[in-house]
């Protein structure tokens, strides 16, 4: 018996040295299949789906009412937007405006000025909010107020149920749908739900 102690301790050692071995490669191979998206605002990826009409566009659906801004219509136009939020925070986007009309709708995606690079893809993303400094997407509405050259500023929530878009992408443009709860930002307070899609001018984050 004490000849046979030396063989049945390496056994158990050589068990043990194969058990952390396998646990080792556990541990890498969850390691590397870890990482998904290194951008927050994105939520998950989505299939492609290409838009039949070539023309930019916006259409927002109200529970009672509906608007259809085009480019086809030549009081409706698309200017480039961008704005400043908290710290370093900064908006680019489209806004779509109607001349005949007082109100107007934005486009706008949000990014920390360090990183200002924003990644477009093809998937669903969160509601960013500048004044919050939340990176993401919105549809933002600007209403007129009493006062002169002044709007109430609405803007798209992350509720249960609201979506962000983006389902085609090329070099002229982002096409998407989207589902939110509108907020007035700056004091009024006032809320409703939207949904609709729209296509756009493609936004850049740099000197394009």
Request: net charge negative.
């Amino acid at each position: 018996m004490k000849k046979e102690r030396p063989s049945l301790l390496k056994s158990m050692l050589i068990v043990c040295v194969m058990l952390l071995v396998t646990v080792g490669c556990t541990k890498e191979n969850q390691i590397e299949r870890k990482p998904e998206y290194k951008e927050p605002y994105i939520l998950y990826k989505i299939e492609a789906f290409e838009p039949v009409d070539s023309l930019y566009y916006i259409k927002v659906e109200f529970e009672d009412s509906e608007l259809l801004y085009t480019s086809a219509d030549l009081n409706i136009s698309f200017i480039k937007a961008s704005s400043m939020g908290l710290g370093s925070m900064i908006g680019k986007g489209i806004s779509i405006r109607n001349s005949t009309s007082d109100d107007y709708f934005e486009i706008m995606f949000y990014n920390d000025d360090i990183d200002s690079v924003f990644s477009f893809q093809l998937a669903n993303y969160r509601y960013g909010n500048p004044w919050t400094g939340i990176s993401g997407a919105n549809i933002e509405y600007y209403t007129p107020t009493d006062q002169p050259f002044t709007f109430n500023r609405y803007l798209g929530t992350n509720e249960k149920n609201a979506y962000f878009r983006i389902s085609w992408l090329d070099k002229h443009r982002v096409f998407g749908q989207f589902r939110t709860k509108l907020v007035e930002c700056c004091g009024e307070g006032s809320t409703f739900w939207v949904k609709g899609e729209f296509s756009i001018p493609r936004v850049y984050f740099d000197n394009h």
